[in-house]
């Protein structure tokens, strides 16, 4: 079946440190979205991307589609304890016709004050 | 916009009890998803519904679960009898899907309901 994997599972960063996570999927995506979920909270969207090798940035946290559609990244740059969190990819298989995404396990991240 | 609300917010049982989660997706969406969250098995999507249809419910876990749409505005999770391993965090989560579209819209997340079975 469909898969979207995420790694790595954790991550424990110093404060000012970089972080990255990385999602693949065993099939193309038409797009792929990134959620962050903070300790007792709930997903909440970032950003979409859409074309083939896309790239965005929103102030220290840059996101990248890879050129085949089936792999992502997140990076963060100079971390910081509001950066704590879950970081989910969810992708949207390119052959399903609705609105349905599949859900990464996402990757944890904790920064060390 | 007061967001996707969910209800309730907790919710402790004791095994083999009815148990019923409910959702209020942001107004004017037109899917609705639930999705059950555990340290396991992270964020599982249980079933999908588009203009209150079911469109997807592969992901229902057995017999035990249904889902309700009776109007745009309303949803239910039902699980019934409820079993210790169904304790987890459920999510309701809506979107505006647009016909034709060719990127997938915002989920945007309820609160989540914690449920606790005995």
């Known amino acids: 079946g469909q898969q979207v994997m995420q790694i790595p599972q954790y991550q424990h960063v110093q404060e000012g440190e970089d972080f990255t996570t990385y999602c693949n999927s065993s099939t193309t995506l038409s797009n792929i979205q990134w959620y962050k979920q903070r300790p007792g909270g709930h997903p909440v969207f970032l950003i979409q991307?859409?074309?083939?090798?896309e790239v965005k940035k929103q102030k220290r946290l840059t996101f990248q589609f890879g050129e085949a559609k089936k792999n992502s990244s997140l990076h963060i740059t100079a971390t910081q304890t509001t950066d704590v969190g879950t970081y989910f990819c969810a992708g949207h298989p390119a052959e399903t016709s609705y609105d349905k995404v599949i859900f990464g396990p996402g990757t944890s991240l904790s920064v060390i004050p | 916009d007061a967001g996707v609300i969910q209800s309730p917010r907790h919710e402790v049982t004791e095994m083999g009890q009815e148990v019923t989660l409910r959702c209020k997706p942001i107004s004017g969406h037109n899917s609705l998803f639930w999705y059950r969250q555990t340290m396991m098995r992270g964020l599982e999507l249980l079933i999908y519904f588009n203009n209150n249809v079911p469109i997807d419910d592969s992901g229902m876990p057995e017999d035990r679960f249904s889902a309700k749409m009776p109007n745009a505005s309303f949803s239910t999770l039902k699980i019934q009898p409820s079993e210790p391993r169904d304790s987890a965090v459920y999510f309701c989560a809506s979107s505006l899907a647009l016909a034709g579209a060719s990127s997938t819209d915002t989920q945007y997340f309820g609160p989540g309901t914690r449920l606790t079975v005995l």
């Open positions: 991307l859409v074309k083939s090798g």
